[in-house]
């Protein structure tokens, strides 16, 4: 288990080694964080879920269209936010309505790892999603918290 924890952070600071690059480069140099990230999380996850063979094989591609619809639907939202806001809809009742969505893919999606996988592997997806993205963000602080040392720095750690 500390191995894992300790390949997992090594992964993540190196995807956020990297010395600066021009605009022209930050496109590529964003889909090779992602790429780095999502290998990072596959990891993760198969670690966690220990999947057999035959698993894996029909896990992994009902994951990844899980992972698609969400992002589609982030993708969404982060439009829409951009937007200008309208009185045609309450910024309230659009936020409620971007839950009820995510609510409904991961209802679905819950449902799908059922079919594929033992109750107990499919009941762990989630949490074990979660936990990736917790540990992926404490990692990014400490990060930037080494990085900007001094006083301030103290602050990010606790």
């Given amino acids: 288990m500390k191995k894992l924890y300790t390949l997992f952070i090594l992964i993540a600071l190196s995807l956020f080694c990297h010395p600066p690059v021009s605009q022209a480069q930050q496109g590529s140099s964003d889909n090779e964080i992602k790429d780095r990230i999502r290998a990072a ?5 198969s670690q966690k879920l220990d999947l057999t063979p035959d698993e894996a094989q029909k896990f992994w591609p009902l994951y990844n269209q899980y992972t698609k619809e969400v992002e589609i639907l982030i993708a969404e939202r982060r439009m ?3 937007m200008p806001q309208t009185n045609q809809q309450p910024a309230d009742d659009k936020e409620l309505g971007y839950e009820r969505r ?3 893919i991961k209802t679905h999606y819950s449902q799908e790892f059922q079919r594929v996988l033992p109750a107990a592997k499919a009941g762990v997806v989630f949490r074990s999603e979660r ?4 540990q992926l963000i404490r990692t990014i602080k400490d990060r930037q918290a080494r990085n900007l040392g001094g006083p301030g ?3 990010f750690r606790q």
């Fill in 41 to 45: 999380e596959i990891a993760y996850l």
């Fill in 80 to 82: 829409k936010n951009k």
């Fill in 102 to 104: 995510m609510l409904d």
């Fill in 131 to 134: 936990e990736f993205r917790n």
């Fill in 153 to 155: 720095a103290r602050r």
